[in-house]
């Protein structure tokens, strides 16, 4: 199954003293100040990570998309122009990579080791606490709804923002939103975080 | 939903505040990432853009100032070409070219642009913008087109190339540099 997690590793140059915004960083990048690539290295490792890890549920190849993300950020110097918030313009390029991934290690994985990461259905596995009822049914929400869900009240981002990262409209992350609270709230397993 | 959480955004969904705290501590997993990946990646990062700081720019200086020659070489034999009337014997031609030189200039104006174009191979970086796909230093429709044929080759389509940054090179990025010329 997945592998224990441990906190994200500190390395001895942290980003949290430079007071520079992603904006003035990628002015800098695209002058060639590696420095402040760095910066914006350490700002957005663990949300790049964890997002891959979200899609893949697999440590060594949240660790590869990873790399390929930053490479493929890393590409686009110089010349590259923020528009949104640099996560807007990551968590598309983390998805596919991630899909990528997962498709390829799948290709070389036989059917024993696939069936490993298979989610179990609900039925089959004992029920031990409200988190792992929550993490079933958020297992068995389609992808699309799920992310939305995730974007909106663990990343915090607004509808907006959600419809620009996705790449779909606005009024899509409102109808999925809705579907995926209908579905948590008529659950038995997640029907008590809302009052009954 | 019978508790709203989050009345800070005019946002019309809402979610109760312990699912949210729930769904928060679900996904509060870290990834270890060891320094050796931060390292690998940080590397990379000072072996390709340091070049854009010290060291691209006198050999793109060179880079280009040689291209500004063939140019202007190539140039020069168009012109000497255009000059030649058939049915003349070649002094004649020498003779007559010398006192048309107030008009080559002109003319070398016109053949360099579409001796430039010609030359161009298709994977240079872009001289006059990151969308000027076929290298004529304008965007227009033509870079669309020209990026459309060449997806047909997926595999030597420079990553640059993602002018809509969505992490592929598609027809999305065809239709965006589509309408970015339209807009033009």
């Known amino acids: ?196 | 939903m019978n508790k709203s959480h989050r009345p800070d955004e005019d946002e019309t969904i809402e979610a109760p505040q312990e699912l949210i705290d729930a769904l928060a501590d679900l996904h509060n997993e870290r990834i270890f990432v060891p320094p050796s990946i931060d390292e690998e990646i940080m590397a990379e990062a000072r072996r390709r853009l340091k070049p854009v700081e010290a060291e691209a720019r006198p050999s793109n200086i060179l880079a280009w100032s040689g291209w500004g020659v063939a140019i202007a070489a190539c140039a020069v034999l168009v012109f000497s070409l255009t000059l030649r009337e058939p049915g003349r014997p070649e002094s004649a031609e020498m003779a007559d070219a010398t006192p048309a030189e107030p008009a080559s200039e002109a003319e070398m104006v016109d053949a360099a642009p579409a001796v430039a174009k010609a030359d161009a191979p298709a994977d240079a970086p872009a001289a006059f913008a990151r969308e000027d796909v076929n290298g004529d230093r304008s965007v227009d429709i033509l870079d669309a087109f020209a990026l459309a044929r060449r997806l047909e080759q997926p595999e030597s389509v420079p990553a640059a190339w993602d002018f809509n940054n969505d992490g592929t090179i598609d027809r999305g990025d065809v239709d965006w540099i589509a309408r970015v010329s339209v807009k033009l």
């Open chain 1, 1 to 196: 199954m997945v592998e224990s997690l441990q906190t994200s590793g500190k390395v001895e140059h942290e980003p949290q003293s430079d007071s520079r915004g992603d904006r003035e960083l990628i002015d800098a990048v695209n002058r060639g100040d590696s420095a402040a690539f760095d910066v914006l290295y350490l700002r957005h490792r663990d949300w790049v990570v964890n997002l891959a890890f979200r899609f893949t549920r697999d440590r060594d190849l949240a660790l590869d998309v990873l790399q390929e993300t930053f490479l493929y950020f890393l590409k686009k110097f110089p010349g590259f122009e923020l528009t949104a918030k640099l996560t807007t313009f990551f968590y598309p390029a983390v998805r596919n990579l991630s899909l990528t991934a997962l498709k390829k290690a799948r290709r070389y994985q036989s059917d024993e080791e696939i069936s490993e990461h298979v989610v179990a259905p609900p039925e089959a596995a004992p029920v031990e606490s409200q988190r792992e009822q929550l993490a079933a049914v958020m297992a068995e929400l389609s992808e699309e709804h799920r992310e939305v869900l995730l974007l909106r009240f663990v990343e915090g981002m607004k509808m907006g923002e959600i419809a620009q990262t996705m790449g779909i409209p606005t009024g899509t992350v409102k109808s999925r939103l809705h579907n995926a609270l209908t579905v948590l709230r008529k659950d038995e397993r997640t029907r008590k975080f809302f009052g009954k």
